[in-house]
């Protein structure tokens, strides 16, 4: 006699799978809904990073009148609206920022007041124009060494209204060119004195003039005007 095995039922089957899938899906449910371990106390989230606050130029936000790179230092003139403020920030943000004080001397800064020299010690001049006539000028020089610059506060001033930066004497570090009427102290601003002849005097980073260079009829006379260019060959003892 031959055997047959019982077949299991379909609705049996059915009622086995359906229990399976049941049974999976709550013990997903358990594991999904099983409390988090807490932070520990006093652990807490990573504080944001803080934001530098906008500068300032004489009360107002300052405004980008100029950049260049020197060294692959970014510098940067700021004013405020009216330019009578003006800061100069050395670095990428938030840099080393410096109040310049010849925005206190009435100058007029433009796209043309930075002017910035690489070299054993890369510098950086602000000058404007003073007064209604354009014949006087102020400049401030701003020096690096090392990796730090500094504003050694003497202001610089030219009578005939050119002031310059160039290394004059050829030995890697500029040199600030002042074009000045060659008339005693004590005519100073007057017309006599507006009437002399001119001639540039030339200043080191520290401040000691280097030499003069001879008499001209105007600063137009001189290499390179109204960007000065001299050389060591042009300069001689300063008329006394």
Same mark, same amino acid.
């Given at each position: 006699?031959?055997? +047959?095995?019982?077949?299991?039922?379909? =609705?049996? *089957?059915?009622?086995?799978?359906?229990?399976?899938?049941?049974?999976?899906?709550?013990? &997903?449910?358990?594991? $999904? *809904?099983?409390?988090?371990?807490?932070?520990?106390?006093? %652990?807490?989230?990573?504080?944001?990073?803080? #934001?530098?606050?906008?500068? !300032? @130029?004489?009360?107002?936000? @300052?405004?980008? $009148?100029?950049?260049? +790179?020197?060294?692959?230092?970014?510098?940067?003139? *700021?004013?405020? =609206?009216?330019?009578?403020?003006?800061?100069?920030?050395?670095?990428?943000?938030? /840099? +080393?920022?410096?109040?310049? =004080? #010849?925005?206190?001397?009435?100058?007029?800064?433009?796209?043309?007041?930075?002017? @910035?020299?690489?070299?054993? %010690?890369?510098?950086?001049?602000?000058?404007?124009?003073?007064?209604?006539? &354009?014949?006087?000028?102020? /400049?401030?020089?701003?020096?690096? =060494?090392?990796?730090?610059?500094?504003?050694? &506060?003497?202001?610089?001033?030219?009578?005939? &209204?050119?002031?310059?930066?160039?290394?004059? !004497?050829?030995?890697?570090?500029?040199?600030? #060119?002042?074009?000045?009427?060659?008339?005693?102290?004590?005519?100073? /601003?007057?017309?006599?004195?507006?009437?002399?002849?001119?001639?540039?005097?030339?200043?080191?980073?520290?401040?000691?003039?280097?030499?003069?260079?001879?008499?001209?009829?105007?600063?137009?006379?001189?290499?390179?005007?109204?960007?000065?260019?001299?050389?060591?060959?042009?300069?001689?003892? @300063?008329?006394?």
């Amino acid at each position: 006699m031959r055997t +047959t095995a019982a077949r299991t039922p379909r =609705s049996a *089957l059915l009622t086995a799978v359906l229990a399976a899938v049941v049974t999976v899906g709550a013990i &997903g449910a358990v594991f $999904l *809904l099983r409390p988090r371990p807490e932070a520990p106390a006093g %652990a807490a989230e990573p504080a944001a990073a803080p #934001i530098a606050p906008a500068l !300032t @130029c004489g009360g107002s936000p @300052c405004r980008e $009148l100029a950049a260049v +790179t020197v060294g692959g230092t970014p510098v940067v003139l *700021l004013t405020d =609206s009216a330019g009578g403020a003006a800061r100069l920030r050395v670095g990428p943000e938030p /840099g +080393t920022v410096f109040e310049l =004080s #010849i925005a206190q001397l009435g100058v007029r800064l433009d796209q043309n007041s930075l002017r @910035c020299i690489d070299g054993a %010690a890369p510098a950086c001049l602000v000058r404007g124009d003073a007064g209604a006539d &354009g014949r006087t000028a102020y /400049g401030e020089l701003l020096v690096g =060494s090392g990796g730090v610059w500094r504003d050694p &506060g003497k202001p610089y001033y030219a009578d005939a &209204g050119t002031l310059s930066l160039y290394d004059v !004497t050829a030995d890697g570090r500029p040199d600030v #060119i002042v074009v000045r009427h060659d008339c005693p102290g004590s005519l100073a /601003g007057t017309p006599k004195c507006a009437a002399a002849p001119v001639l540039g005097e030339v200043y080191d980073l520290v401040g000691r003039s280097v030499g003069c260079t001879r008499r001209v009829t105007s600063p137009s006379d001189l290499r390179g005007w109204p960007d000065i260019r001299l050389t060591r060959a042009d300069l001689r003892a @300063c008329p006394s």
